[in-house]
């Protein structure tokens, strides 16, 4: 694997546009929970470092990353400008694994296309717990920090592509 011991977490602060005035939701999945509360915090960090107010984020928990797409749903209609979804989910003996990623990334996609507000897909889909430590602040970096920086570009695209058309929406 060619990114083996590389660090995917780091970013040019100057580059991201400043996050004081976006709000954010995050909904954050409680099964694995060690490794969702690594990509929750590395996302906080990130958010916070880049201007993000602590008032304008709001969590909301949910049992597993399957109800992630119910409470992105929810959480589109809170007046956020992004929605950040946090998951793990570890290959199993069973099926299951294939079913439950299926259907998050999907649902996701789908929040996407059908609503205004962008839902950035945080979710871990990996083979084994070290992988998933390694992806949320271990040797791989922290992809809640990368789903924080996407949040915020796409938060700016949300606001500028709405100044340019006159609304959002369609």
């Known amino acids: 694997m060619a990114t ?8 040019d ?13 995050i909904v954050v999945s409680e099964w694995n929970d060690t490794i969702t509360e690594g990509l929750y915090n590395g996302a906080i960090a990130a958010l916070q470092d880049c201007g993000a107010l602590e008032e304008n984020i709001t969590r909301w ?10 409470g992105c749903k929810k959480m589109q ?15 199993g003996e069973t ?5 439950v990623c299926d259907g998050v990334t999907q649902g996701i996609k789908d929040l996407n296309v059908q609503n ?6 945080c979710v871990l889909t990996d083979n084994n717990m070290q992988q998933s430590i390694d992806r949320s ?6 992809k809640g920090t990368e789903a924080a920086i ?15 058309s006159g609304s959002i929406g369609y």
């Open 116 to 121: 205004d507000t962008p839902v950035i897909f």
């Open 4 to 11: 083996e011991n590389k660090n995917l977490s780091n970013y």
């Open 13 to 25: 602060k100057a580059t991201i546009p400043n996050a004081k005035d976006f709000r954010f939701g």
């Open 61 to 70: 928990n949910v049992p597993g990353s399957y109800e992630l797409i119910y």
């Open 137 to 142: 602040g271990g040797k791989h970096g922290n």
């Open 77 to 91: 209609l809170q007046n956020v400008d992004v929605v950040i979804a946090i998951g793990s989910v570890i290959q």
């Open 95 to 99: 099926k299951h694994f294939d079913f």
């Open 150 to 164: 996407a949040a915020i570009k796409m938060a700016e695209l949300r606001r500028n592509a709405s100044k340019r």
